[in-house]
Every structure is written in C-alpha cells, then in structure tokens.
C-alpha cells in the first residue's frame, strides 16, 4: 500500500466527512424523500453528467494518487467536493463512501459494431453510427440470457483496503446496482436509428418479436441480479435525480437482499419519441410492462418528448417520475401529470454549450417550468445533465445554479 496514496486519501477523507456530516446533508435527504412522494415542496435542483475533462484544469480535481483503486476512490471524493464549493444546488453528500461491486456480463445481445466521431479527444461524448447487427429474423437467436459474473473476493478485497485507510473516517460500503430498462435504447445501439424507425412501419411483426425477446432477457438479467444480491434499495440517484425515498426498500426486505420491488429501475424508449401514441403503446408500453411493474418505484423518460405519451404511462403504476426533455411541451406535461407524478425538468444544456451564458434565457426558461407546474399543484425538480461541453467555460455551472436555486426560492 503506497504511504503517499494512503496520506492523500486520509486527508482528503477528513474533508469529505467534515462537509458530509454538516446538518444541511441530513435535511436535503429528507427533502428529496419528501418530493419522491409527491408531498409539496418548493422544486428541487440537481446537476448530473459533466464535461470533467473541461473541468480537470482546477487543481482540486488534480489526482495524487497512483494505485488504480486508490485513484477511483480519490476521484470520487473529489469530484463530489468539487461539485458543493462550486455548484452544490440540492446534492447531497452521503457520509459514507460506496464502493461498486464488481458486475460483468449484464449485457444483452450482441456486441456493438459502430464507427465514432470525436469532435474533442479529451472528452467521453463522441457521436456513434451503429451498424444494424439485427437486419434479419435469424439475426435474432444472438438475443439470448446473459449470465452476470460476479467477483466476491474482488469485491471484499476492496473493501477491506477501503476500510484499512479511511474506515476510522468516514464509513465505506459496497454498492450494487440499478437496472436500466430502457429496452430500445439498446436495440438502437445494435441496429441504428433508421432501421428501427422504418421496421415499426414495414415489420412490425419482426420488431414486436424482437422487442419480446429482450424483455424476456432483461427479465432473466433481473432473476439474476437478484439472486446475486446485486440490488441496492439505498443508491443515492436514479438517472441523475435524487432517488431519497422513505418508500423503499419494501414490506419484508431483508437487509443485504434486495427484491425487485425494493428498489428504484429506469426506463425509456428515446428513439420512439418519434412514434404515435397508439405505436408507443405497441412497441413500448405493453412489451415493457412485465419488466417495469416487479420494481419498487420507476423513472421514466429521457431526452424524448414524451408529453403526448403521458396517458400510456398510467398504465405503469410503479413510474413515479417522468422525464420533460426541452423538446416536450411544458405546459401539457404539467397538465397530464396533474399531480400523480414528479414533474422531472430536464433544462436545455446547450444554454451552456456557448461561450456566453444568457442568463435571461435560462432564467425565463426555468421559471416558465415551475410556473406551469404550480399552476397544476404538479412536484416538479430541475435535472440539468448531458451537459456534454460548456465551452471550457466551467463558471457557467455555476452561474446556472445560482440562477436555478433563485427561481425555485431556496
């Protein structure tokens, strides 16, 4: 064990903990928990999904460790404290480190074929072009059971280093996983977009069968993760919004054990934001529902216009928050939801793509969403994620933030 990793980590520790334990964490949690059950409440913030590479300037983000697990632990604790001294909005820093357990062979279908294009090399959002690895009906026999492979002597190894340098600190925990559900997404990442769309037209048959035969894997998936115990009821986020519940986990949870119905899942189907009504419930609803309705509670939604979808969705008692991409109509999302669900905001991130940030824009943006919301007593959050570039301009984080927690009067 490196001496200089372990005086860095400590240190670091002892600064995480200082802020994790400050009263303000605890009330923020409970906040969340509040807004998770639809009781009323003043909006709630959150930034998600960051262009590191354009902050990775800063010195506080600069990593000193060398071991690689000492390194993902340090990047941890330092992102999390980079995010409450510049912009904290209503994150909540836990005050106990979580530790991923090591999960492999969750995929279903086969592996990806694509070509990328980098706009930037230091950043991790490149644009794909996919090929179609699913053209054909036999094509489909390669849609089999994955099987997850797990590592407990990994996994407890970590553990107990994480517990040698910081366990007298701040407490640390393995973490599992949530599940994503979003079905067509992936099928999307095996075919392109075009094939998709033009098969709902021209094989429709083909696409329903297909989509049956991944819904049947990710319900193998599911068995498996849960025979693994690889569920966690007490992740913080869902999909980048703040997954506090005094909901979860379920009636009859044994700690350490989590069923389905004790955590959080997340869905979407983004390519179908295109689609009609009555095609969305075809390929979407009616094929997902087996899968979604075993969870707890369910996110649902993503960067897809989904406003005119919202009455399909009632179909699916366990979604509780529902994705309002820029594209959606605001006012009809706030009417249609009427109160059943947490209105979850996603802002327009290409406000902050620019080299000047319009802070009338995105003032008027936000407070037209809140506005629309109260007026239909509908719980609404501001999830400001895929913020893919701000132009190496990282003030403009915080700048939005300042502009979001004025809006929603905290």
Request: a negative charge; one cysteine or more.
């Amino acid at each position: 064990m490196a001496t200089t990793d372990t005086s860095v980590l400590r240190e670091l520790a002892s600064v995480y903990m200082d802020v994790a334990t400050l009263d303000h964490q605890a009330e923020t949690a409970a906040l969340w928990a509040r807004h998770n059950s639809l009781q009323p409440g003043r909006p709630l913030v959150l930034i998600d999904q960051l262009p590191w590479n354009e902050l990775a300037a800063a010195d506080e983000l600069a990593l000193r460790c060398e071991d690689p697990f000492h390194r993902s632990l340090e990047w941890y604790m330092r992102t999390r404290l980079y995010q409450w001294r510049h912009f904290p909005v209503d994150m909540v820093v836990d005050p106990v480190i979580a530790i991923p357990k090591i999960v492999a062979g969750n995929t279903i279908g086969p592996t990806i074929e694509e070509d990328v294009a980098v706009a930037d090399s230091t950043n991790e959002i490149v644009s794909h072009r996919y090929h179609d690895r699913l053209s054909e009906p036999a094509d489909l026999e390669s849609i089999t059971d994955t099987t997850v492979i797990v590592d407990p002597a990994g996994d407890r190894r970590h553990l107990e280093e994480a517990q040698a340098i910081l366990g007298d600190i701040v407490p640390v925990r393995l973490s599992g996983v949530s599940m994503h559900c979003g079905v067509w997404d992936r099928i999307v990442q095996l075919r392109g977009a075009e094939p998709v769309l033009l098969d709902c037209i021209d094989r429709p048959e083909f696409q329903l069968d297909m989509m049956h035969r991944f819904v049947a894997a990710y319900l193998d998936l599911l068995d498996q993760l849960e025979a693994l115990d690889l569920l966690d009821p007490y992740l913080p986020l869902i999909h980048c919004t703040g997954a506090y519940t005094d909901e979860l986990p379920a009636v009859g949870y044994v700690p350490g054990h989590a069923r389905p119905r004790d955590v959080w899942a997340f869905g979407m189907a983004q390519i179908l934001g295109a689609v009609s009504p009555a095609m969305y419930d075809e390929f979407e609803v009616e094929p997902i529902k087996p899968l979604l309705d075993r969870f707890g509670l369910v996110y649902y939604g993503c960067c897809d216009p989904i406003d005119r979808k919202i009455p399909l969705l009632r179909k699916l008692p366990t979604v509780r928050k529902i994705s309002v991409s820029p594209w959606a109509d605001k006012a009809l999302c706030a009417d249609l939801m009427a109160g059943d669900y947490v209105y979850s905001a996603k802002p327009n991130p290409a406000f902050l793509a620019g080299d000047h940030l319009d802070e009338d824009l995105v003032r008027r943006d936000l407070a037209e969403t809140v506005r629309l919301c109260q007026a239909h007593d509908t719980v609404c959050e501001l999830i400001l994620k895929d913020v893919s570039t701000v132009s190496y301009h990282p003030q403009n984080l915080a700048t939005w933030a300042n502009i979001a927690m004025a809006v929603v009067g905290a």
